[in-house]
Nanobody, 115 residues
C-alpha cells in the first residue's frame, strides 16, 4: 500500500520560512517522480515544484527563487524549503508521486502565512 505522509505545515509570519517533508512508503522511492502541489481556498490545485527527468527541477513562477525542492532517497523523503513566505502562499500543500502508470497523493498539510 502506497502512503505519502506530509508534515511541517503551520502558521508563519510574512517573510518567514517553513520546510515541508513528505515521507513515502510502499514504492521504490528512487524510481518515483516527486512533486509538490498546493490548493488555496476557491482555487484549483496547482503545481509548485517538481523533479523532472534527469533530476532537474521545475518551479512555478510565483515561487521561483524562494522555494527549493529536494529529496533524500535513503530516507525516502522529499522536502520543500519555503523562504520569504507571502500571504498568497497560504494553501494546503500536497505531496505527489508518479510511479509507473500510477499517481499518488498525500493528505495535505496546511500552510498559513499571516501576521
Amino acid at each position: 500500500q502506497v502512503q505519502l505522509a506530509e508534515s511541517g505545515g503551520g502558521l508563519v509570519q510574512p517573510g518567514g520560512s517553513l520546510r515541508l517533508s513528505c515521507a513515502a512508503s510502499g514504492i521504490i522511492f528512487r524510481f518515483a517522480v516527486m512533486a509538490w502541489y498546493r490548493q488555496a481556498p476557491g482555487k484549483q490545485r496547482e503545481l509548485v515544484a517538481a523533479f523532472a527527468s534527469g533530476g532537474s527541477t521545475n518551479y512555478a513562477d510565483p515561487v521561483k527563487g524562494r522555494f527549493t525542492i529536494s529529496r533524500d532517497n535513503a530516507k525516502r523523503t522529499v522536502y520543500l524549503q519555503m523562504n520569504s513566505l507571502k500571504p498568497e502562499d497560504t494553501a494546503v500543500y500536497y505531496c505527489n508521486a508518479k510511479y509507473g502508470f500510477d499517481n499518488y497523493w498525500g493528505q495535505g498539510t496546511q500552510v498559513t502565512v499571516s501576521s
